[in-house]
């Protein structure tokens, strides 16, 4: 297939809206399901769908705060977090969590999602959620309007039910991911595809 039109769509047009062009194209996203802890030891659930794998060793996690959201002011004060998965059956729960909360108010208190503490980080993790990811913060870069978190991993649990053969299976993870509008990504479809590691491998497919 070939596309002979396209529409073009300059950023520094003031018509543009380049945030609901790149969340509507930059998909699926991932969502980090954030628990932090305030200074003062409120709870504070919140997903962020700008959210991914930034290095491998050290393991290191990294997810986006557009603006400054009571997420970021805590990893700052506590310099610790903890990434929930934001599994399938928890859509409403992690939809639900984005409302604008008062600062001194927690999201898991007003919304009865039940905690649990984790295994060496102070935040706890959201109990029905099968994979939990306990981070330090590593270190925080500004662009612009966002702040990039980087969080290095202590631990990671997973569900003994997610797993097969000591490995967590996507199908049994069920993540949510996050496209344009008010749009979700529910039980995406799995292929499995070699990776080719030379030239050669990808000749010999032919």
């Not at 047009?13 to 305030?38: F, G, Q």
């Not at 997420?71 to 409302?99: D, H």
């Not at 306990?134 to 797993?163: F, K, P, R, W, Y």
Request: glycine share 6%; with cysteine; hydrophobic share 35%.
């Amino acid at each position: 297939m070939s596309f002979e039109q396209r529409t073009v769509f300059r950023t520094d047009d003031e018509s543009v809206n380049a945030y609901k062009l790149m969340t509507a194209v930059v998909v699926p996203r991932p969502i980090a399901w954030v628990t932090t802890l305030s200074a003062e030891g409120t709870v504070n659930l919140a997903p962020h769908s700008f959210y991914t794998v930034a290095c491998a060793n050290p393991p290191i996690v990294q997810f986006s705060s557009v603006g400054k959201k009571d997420t970021l002011r805590n990893v700052r004060a506590t310099g610790e977090f903890v990434v929930n998965l934001s599994y399938g059956p928890l859509i409403e729960a992690v939809n639900n969590t984005s409302a604008a909360f008062d600062q001194d108010e927690s999201e898991p208190a007003q919304l009865g999602i039940t905690m649990e503490p984790s295994e060496v980080v102070r935040p706890p993790r959201v109990r029905d959620s099968p994979v939990s990811i306990e981070c330090a913060l590593h270190s925080t870069n500004e662009l612009g309007d966002s702040t990039v978190v980087l969080g290095l991993v202590q631990v990671i649990t997973v569900a003994e039910e997610m797993l097969v053969d000591g490995h967590p299976e996507y199908d049994r993870l069920d993540p949510l991911t996050r496209l344009g509008k008010d749009e979700w990504g529910v039980g995406a479809r799995v292929r499995s595809i070699r990776r080719p590691r030379r030239p050669e491998d990808i000749r010999g497919r032919e």
